[in-house]
Each structure stands twice: as structure tokens, then as C-alpha cells.
């Protein structure tokens, strides 16, 4: 029996979700990258909220045909830290969903460090 790589990859979220909880002192950000865009949120788990969420398909970075490599990971992960400070959350629990922490990941988790977030 072969197991696929979409079952791997969920098999690793799960894993990555059983030790990574969000609270309104300290939520989640869990980042995905698809084929074409990034989407980035911040999730207080106890409430079940989204509390700030940013992605490549958002107005004004929208406009700058962001994609889903590295360049476009550093300016996401900026504008997710501006955005996070604007709603006031200082810390956040990194959730890479599944995708190895290099690449295009470590990039946007600097970037937010950058930005004044704290992991």
C-alpha cells in the first residue's frame, strides 16, 4: 500500500497541529503556500477567530503580482507583521503547516521577526 504525498503532507499538519495552539495573548500564525499565492493568518484557537489575515491576493499587494517564491514570502511577511502590530499582537506561535521550515517559509517567518513579531 503506497501512501500518497497529500497524505503525508496532512499527516505532518496533524503532528504540527497537536503541539501548536493559539490564544488571544499569543495566536497562531499558520502560513500556507499554494502553486500561486500565500496566505498567511493569525488564529486565536481558543475563540476560533481569525484575527488578522494577509495573502498575495489582497488589494494593495495585489498590485505588486506577488507569486509564491521567496521575494514575494519577504514582502508577505512584512506586511503580516505591520498588519499583526496594527491589531496589537506582539507574539505568535509559528505554524508552518506541514512545509519544511527553509526556503520560502524561513523567509517570511525573518521578515515578520524583522517586522517586529516575536516567535
Known amino acids: 500500500m503506497s501512501i500518497t504525498k497529500d497524505r503525508l503532507l496532512q499527516n505532518r499538519r496533524w503532528r504540527i497541529r497537536k503541539k501548536v495552539n493559539g ?4 495566536p497562531r500564525l499558520s502560513i500556507r503556500f499554494t502553486a500561486k499565492h500565500v496566505y498567511a493568518q493569525a488564529i486565536d484557537d481558543v475563540a476560533a477567530k481569525t484575527l488578522v489575515f494577509v495573502s498575495s491576493l489582497d488589494g494593495e499587494l495585489r498590485k505588486q503580482n506577488l507569486k509564491a517564491n ?5 514582502v508577505l511577511g512584512t506586511a503580516f507583521a505591520a ?3 496594527a491589531a496589537g499582537i506582539e507574539a505568535v506561535v509559528f505554524d508552518r503547516s506541514g512545509a519544511p521550515y527553509h ?3 524561513k523567509v517570511f517567518a525573518d521578515a515578520a521577526r524583522e517586522g517586529g513579531l516575536k516567535f
Open 23 to 26: 490564544t488571544a495573548a499569543r
Open 83 to 85: 498588519k499583526a502590530k
Open 70 to 74: 521567496i521575494a514575494s514570502a519577504k
Open 103 to 105: 526556503g520560502k517559509v
